[in-house]
Every structure is written in structure tokens, then in C-alpha cells.
Nanobody
Framework: QLQLVETGGGLVQPGGSLRLSCAASGVTFKQYAIGWFRQAPGKEREGVSAISSGGGSTTYADSVKGRFTISRDNAKNTVFLQMNTLKPEDTAVYYC??????????????????????WGQGTQVTVTS
């Protein structure tokens, strides 16, 4: 059973940066693509970014392109989400999730819940002055 734990959330001013980590337990981590999602109060969950099992393919939501970077270190069973130039509208609980396969269609199709089998508990990111 793959378990995911997100860390790195916090309070930051607009224009600031945070790096989220998604640490996984389980020897099969390197077989999974990983996605980051977020959910703001009163809003639906949305996909933010995803990375293939080997790290060679990535995808981003239009709202974060050029500001967020996803990466992974399979030796450490961890996926990172570097978030720069943060905006108040980035405020949300951020979740990571694991998928055995993703289409990498570079659209919302990559973030359909049906791809994802395992979810973390989330970490809060608050962007405010």
C-alpha cells in the first residue's frame, strides 16, 4: 500500500515562494506518476501539476505555468512542487496523489480522479499580506 504525506505548506506573502514535498512509503513509488491538486474553500478540487514515474514528462495547469515546477527524487521517494511568485488565489489545501499511468495530454484530462489510486492528507498553503 502506497502512503503519501505532504509537507512544506505555510503562510507566505504574495510574491513569495514555498516548496511542497510529497513523501511516499512503499517500494513501488518509482512506478507511479504523481499529481498535485489543490482545493480552496468553497471551490472544487483542481489539478495543478503532474510528473511521470521517471520524471521525463510533466504537465501544468495554465494558472501555474511559469510559476510552479514539479520534480521528483525516486531515490528519496519524494516529489516536490516548487511554487514561486505566489498569489492570494493560490491559497488552498494542496494534495499529492499517485497514479499508475497518466496520459500526459497536457490538459485537464491528466487530472481526472479516475487515474489516481492513492491520496495524501494535504498541506495548507496560505498566501496573504
Amino acid at each position: 500500500q502506497l502512503q503519501l504525506v505532504e509537507t512544506g505548506g505555510g503562510l507566505v506573502q504574495p510574491g513569495g515562494s514555498l516548496r511542497l514535498s510529497c513523501a511516499a512509503s512503499g517500494v513501488t513509488f518509482k512506478q507511479y506518476a504523481i499529481g498535485w491538486f489543490r482545493q480552496a474553500p468553497g471551490k472544487e478540487r483542481e489539478g495543478v501539476s503532474a510528473i511521470s514515474s521517471g520524471g521525463g514528462s510533466t504537465t501544468y495547469a495554465d494558472s501555474v505555468k511559469g510559476r510552479f515546477t514539479i520534480s521528483r527524487d525516486n531515490a528519496k521517494n519524494t516529489v516536490f512542487l516548487q511554487m514561486n511568485t505566489l498569489k492570494p488565489e493560490d491559497t488552498a489545501v494542496y494534495y499529492c496523489a499517485a497514479a499508475l499511468s497518466l496520459p500526459f495530454d497536457h490538459s485537464d484530462y491528466d487530472f481526472l480522479p479516475r487515474w489516481y489510486n492513492h491520496w495524501g492528507q494535504g498541506t495548507q498553503v496560505t498566501v496573504t499580506s
